[in-house]
């Protein structure tokens, strides 16, 4: 016998007792969102390497390190998307759909990133991701903010620390990626390999490193807060007043930078210590360069993304937790039992309840069944059961007496306990 494959390494599966907790979270994202008028867009999981070298930025872990990218017959470069909102402006910018004003936009899926997997950190992974496309207002980078806010209430968890920066916009960087490059030319001794490589490529990118014998001399670096133009400087005081405004606090962190090269302006970062060292469950801000950068129209826009594996964990640190268990678990004996039992499950779901049919095996396996089943109810079906017009409803959860009912009156009484 040849050997079992199993999955590939970082790309886990997901089972049907972890589903829930995660339906859970697909349900909570999808009314929040629409509270606030985002809409769903769905693109492809493939899209040209071009794509993302433009967008993301050539020197950036996520470019040079992690993607996952292949020749097709065609010898066309493909990569597997490892973040979605390049794909997201590159589908608004073909299909022309900001013709008729700015859009709120939704998208959720699979990512994939050649990642050292660990926990909270997957090779394929999922997000939510979500942007509002041609809005330069500081108010639509707080309302997205205050958006996922509403998110952690509703799925109970928190408290969840928020981190804000700004990193200015063109000019303002540029003027600090001179001071940057002559402060860590100074320190060049303390620089890792990583860093010397990205010195006069990308000196931003230096302050994200997690090196710890580098974080005193970063700590030490000029900061680009301290240096912002006029307009920035404005955008980011209403940023933070309309944020108070909304009662959300906030720490301003001016050595988060995040890892793509399109931001611009507001970056913020979502933060929890419950899951170790995977500590980020969201994280976005305003990219107004992107759209042109790829070709388009110049265009503000402003987007973050929420990893579903990390926001699981920390519901779980959390003690929340998502039930599905089936209102009813329908057993039956005897041929006549079998086609009434048939029937009758038909009515259960045809009144809203979950039901679960007793699918073979004899009586006794049934009830082992019925209990391992989660639900709260046993319907039991017999001939002699049948013929009387009756069924027996027996609880399975929190004690109480079985009662002998017509099936009007057990679906009565199972609507009304749901």
């Not at 330069?136 to 996922?148: C, K, N, R, S």
């Amino acid at each position: 016998m040849s050997d079992k494959i199993q999955a590939i390494r970082g790309m886990e599966d997901i089972l049907p007792e972890a589903s829930p907790l995660w339906e859970k979270l697909e349900d909570a994202c999808r009314e929040v969102f629409r509270q606030y008028g985002y809409r769903n867009i769905r693109t492809p999981i493939v899209e040209p390497t071009a794509l993302f070298v433009r967008g993301i930025g050539e020197v950036t872990d996520i470019v040079e390190k992690e993607m996952y990218t292949f020749d097709d017959r065609n010898g066309d470069s493909l990569t597997l998307r490892p973040e979605a909102t390049a794909g997201i402006v590159r589908a608004a910018i073909e299909h022309s759909f900001l013709y008729n004003g700015p859009m709120r936009v939704w998208t959720a899926g699979p990512m994939f990133r050649y990642e050292r997997p660990q926990k909270g950190r997957q090779r394929q992974f999922h997000q939510y991701d979500v942007e509002a496309l041609g809005f330069e207002g500081p108010d639509v980078d707080a309302e997205q903010i205050v958006m996922l806010a509403r998110l952690w209430k509703a799925l109970g968890i928190g408290p969840i620390a928020l981190h804000l920066n700004s990193i200015g916009d063109a000019a303002d960087r540029l003027a600090h990626r001179e001071k940057l490059i002559a402060w860590f030319s100074r320190h060049e001794a303390l620089l890792d390999e990583d860093a010397k490589r990205r010195l006069h490529s990308n000196p931003l990118r230096i302050l994200d490193s997690k090196n710890p014998a580098m974080q005193e001399m970063i700590e030490g670096a000029p900061k680009l807060l301290d240096h912002l133009g006029e307009g920035a400087t404005a955008h980011f005081e209403e940023t933070k007043r309309l944020l108070a405004d909304a009662g959300v606090e906030f720490t301003v962190n001016p050595r988060l930078v995040r890892g793509m090269d399109y931001y611009n302006r507001t970056v913020f970062e979502w933060v929890t210590d419950r899951i170790g060292a995977q500590s980020t469950i969201a994280g976005g801000g305003r990219y107004d360069g992107l759209f042109a950068m790829l070709g388009g129209k110049a265009t503000p826009a402003c987007g973050f993304g929420l990893g579903m594996e990390r926001i699981v964990l920390t519901m779980l640190a959390f003690g929340r937790a998502a039930a599905q268990e089936p209102d009813a678990f329908v057993v039956h004996a005897g041929e006549a039992a079998s086609r009434e039992a048939w029937r009758l499950a038909e009515r259960l779901r045809d009144a809203g309840l979950a039901c679960v049919f007793g699918a073979g095996g004899s009586f006794k396996s049934q009830m082992k069944k019925a209990d391992a089943s989660g639900a709260r109810f046993a319907i039991i079906l017999g001939d002699d059961e049948v013929a009387a017009g009756k069924l027996t409803l027996k609880p399975l959860r929190g004690g109480g007496e079985q009662s002998l009912l017509t099936p009007d009156e057990a679906i009565s009484r199972l609507a009304t306990a749901s």
